[in-house]
């Protein structure tokens, strides 16, 4: 298994690869960068099914149209996931209009598009089954106690590959501490994994500190904007995922770079890729 953090600016954009299959986590992907994003994209998903899309969430730097519209076109998951919502965003509607296209598009095709829209309502409903044959899908959030505002509703998903050469990748979107605090009491070490995609761009205020113990990642990836304009990743947050993690790694660094993790014996190695 290895993950590809593409560099997108102030956004978000991922891909999970395990013995030929490929999962794509979030669609931000800026005008300026589209062409050189979709050949990155076209590269890595060579020879590989891509069995779903997951939208953490529905704010524009983590489901862009634009980007959700290219995935679905270009590489043609089964399915797309996505979190269930009580309000809108400023872009969940025309997302969802995508979405409609495409399942019209695919509708009488042999791979209809599917939708898979998650809350976790029961603690024992929190694996998710039936979406691909080399991946396990665990869910931890959203729940609908603490569905107060889009960041707190994103999806907290560990991504696992099958088999000895699988890894756990822990996807957070942009979840905060308040959120993190109920996390971590309904599921304590079972958040753990080796790889944790750092919530909300390296917040501050989504760097929880119990939670870090808790995933005891070896490895942090941090996906920010060169020069953005909220300081992420904020230098606290960066300290307190250092203070547990072997390694941490963050894309707005030496002019914006991708990140590719993968293991190496017992540890990870994450090249920075222009």
Same mark, same amino acid.
């Given at each position: 298994?290895?993950?590809?953090?593409?560099?997108?600016?102030?956004?978000?954009?991922?891909?999970?690869?395990?013995?030929?299959?490929?999962?794509?986590?979030?669609?931000?992907?800026?005008?300026?960068?589209?062409?050189?994003?979709?050949?990155?994209?076209?590269?890595?998903?060579?020879?590989?099914?891509?069995?779903?899309?997951?939208?953490?969430?529905?704010?524009?730097?983590?489901?862009?149209?634009?980007?959700?519209?290219?995935?679905?076109?270009?590489?043609?998951?089964?399915?797309?996931?996505?979190?269930?919502?009580?309000?809108?965003?400023?872009?969940?509607?025309?997302?969802?209009?995508?979405?409609?296209?495409?399942? @019209?598009?695919?509708?009488?095709?042999?791979?209809?598009?599917?939708?898979?829209?998650?809350?976790?309502?029961?603690?024992?409903?929190?694996?998710?089954?039936?979406?691909?044959? @080399?991946?396990?899908? =665990?869910?931890?959030?959203?729940?609908?106690?603490?569905?107060?505002?889009?960041?707190?509703?994103?999806?907290?998903?560990?991504?696992?590959?099958?088999?000895?050469? !699988?890894?756990?990748?822990?996807?957070? !979107?942009?979840? =905060?501490?308040?959120?993190?605090?109920?996390?971590?009491?309904?599921?304590?070490?079972?958040?753990?994994?080796?790889?944790?995609?750092?919530?909300?761009?390296?917040?501050?205020?989504?760097?929880?500190?119990?939670?870090?113990?808790?995933?005891?990642?070896?490895?942090?990836?941090?996906?920010?904007?060169?020069?953005?304009?909220?300081?992420?990743?904020?230098?606290?947050?960066?300290?307190?995922?250092?203070?547990?993690?072997?390694?941490?790694?963050?894309?707005?660094? =030496?002019?914006?770079?991708?990140?590719?993790?993968?293991?190496?014996?017992?540890?990870?190695?994450?090249?920075?890729?222009?």
């Amino acid at each position: 298994m290895d993950v590809f953090t593409c560099y997108v600016g102030q956004g978000a954009l991922g891909v999970a690869r395990h013995s030929g299959e490929a999962v794509i986590v979030d669609s931000f992907i800026p005008e300026d960068k589209r062409q050189d994003v979709e050949a990155k994209l076209i590269r890595l998903l060579r020879d590989h099914k891509v069995p779903g899309l997951i939208l953490t969430g529905f704010d524009a730097d983590h489901a862009c149209p634009d980007g959700v519209d290219l995935i679905l076109s270009k590489f043609e998951p089964d399915w797309v996931m996505y979190p269930k919502y009580y309000r809108d965003t400023d872009c969940a509607t025309e997302v969802f209009d995508i979405i409609k296209k495409h399942e @019209q598009r695919r509708a009488s095709s042999a791979r209809p598009l599917r939708r898979v829209s998650v809350r976790l309502d029961r603690l024992d409903s929190r694996v998710l089954t039936g979406l691909s044959a @080399q991946f396990q899908y =665990e869910l931890f959030s959203p729940h609908i106690d603490d569905m107060d505002n889009s960041n707190c509703s994103s999806i907290v998903l560990k991504l696992t590959g099958n088999g000895g050469s !699988g890894f756990s990748y822990l996807i957070t !979107g942009d979840t =905060e501490n308040d959120r993190w605090k109920r996390i971590n009491e309904l599921f304590s070490r079972a958040l753990r994994s080796s790889v944790l995609a750092a919530p909300h761009h390296g917040s501050k205020n989504a760097a929880n500190a119990e939670t870090i113990i808790l995933v005891e990642p070896n490895t942090v990836l941090i996906s920010a904007g060169v020069d953005n304009q909220y300081g992420h990743p904020d230098p606290a947050a960066v300290a307190a995922y250092a203070r547990v993690a072997k390694h941490v790694f963050a894309t707005n660094v =030496e002019g914006g770079v991708s990140l590719f993790t993968k293991p190496n014996g017992s540890d990870f190695e994450t090249q920075l890729v222009r």
